[in-house]
């Protein structure tokens, strides 16, 4: 079965600009989240899909980041106007429906605003 | 709420010693714990898993992890270090009621020849 995959892996863009990052879930699985490392800490969680509708997005940072997840398949989560702040790397993940259920992580993007 | 400390963000072993990573919780109600493995460039891979059931815990590549109610504490263990163990280390957390892993700042481990 084929992973989790995100795009892509490294992107650097300057203050200002925009950024668009891709997950693809492991198929069948409903849920998907993404997470965010920000050098040396700890690994935060930033929003909750189930299929396509948003479950929890108590994680997002503020209103210049936007998550979709388009027919309960793939999601993206864009960056618009990316600050400096917002480096770190992004991790989306996936799991089965129920919530013991372990999560299936992707090698995550790595985000260098500059 | 939930959460997770990770004592000692890096710890150094000599190849062939034994391992232990450290790892408490703080829960309300009765949590479902996990530990994660991130080699360099890559995702994390899930090492083991706790859900109410046994309270010691077998995972991949000979690690194991005991759920200590009293202690608050799920650490990992494995017997004698290989060098290919070397990584980053996560502790995470869920509960029956949740649907949000909170995840620990992580434990480097380096192996020494």
């Known amino acids: 079965e084929a992973g989790v995959t995100q795009f892509p892996s490294h992107s650097v863009i300057e203050k200002g600009q925009t950024v668009t990052l891709r997950c693809d879930p492991i198929s069948g699985h409903d849920n998907l989240y993404w997470y965010r490392r920000v050098m040396g800490k700890e690994i935060k969680f930033l929003l909750h899909?189930?299929?396509?509708?948003?479950?929890?997005e108590s994680g997002m940072p503020n209103n210049r980041f936007l998550a979709e997840r388009t027919g309960g398949t793939y999601s993206t989560l864009k960056v618009q106007p990316a600050e400096l702040e917002d480096s770190g790397v992004y991790f989306c993940?996936?799991?089965?429906?129920?919530?013991?259920?372990?999560?299936?992580f992707g090698n995550g993007t790595r985000l260098t605003v500059t | 709420a939930q959460s997770v400390t990770q004592l000692g963000s890096h710890v150094s072993v000599s190849e062939g010693a034994l391992v232990l990573l450290r790892c408490n919780y703080s829960?309300?109600?009765?949590?479902?714990l996990f530990w994660y493995v991130q080699y360099p460039n890559q995702g994390l891979q899930l090492l083991l898993k706790y859900t109410s059931a046994a309270t010691l815990v077998k995972g991949i590549n000979g690690f194991e992890a005991e759920f200590k109610k009293s202690e608050t504490s799920f650490h990992l263990t494995k017997p004698s270090a290989h060098m290919s163990d070397a990584a980053e280390y996560f502790c995470a957390v869920i509960t029956n009621t949740g649907n949000q892993f909170y995840f620990g700042t992580g434990t480097s481990l380096t192996v020494i020849p």
């Open positions: 993940a996936s799991s089965q429906g129920y919530n013991n259920s372990p999560l299936h």
């Open positions: 829960s309300s109600v009765p949590p479902y």
């Open positions: 899909f189930v299929k396509e509708s948003k479950q929890d």
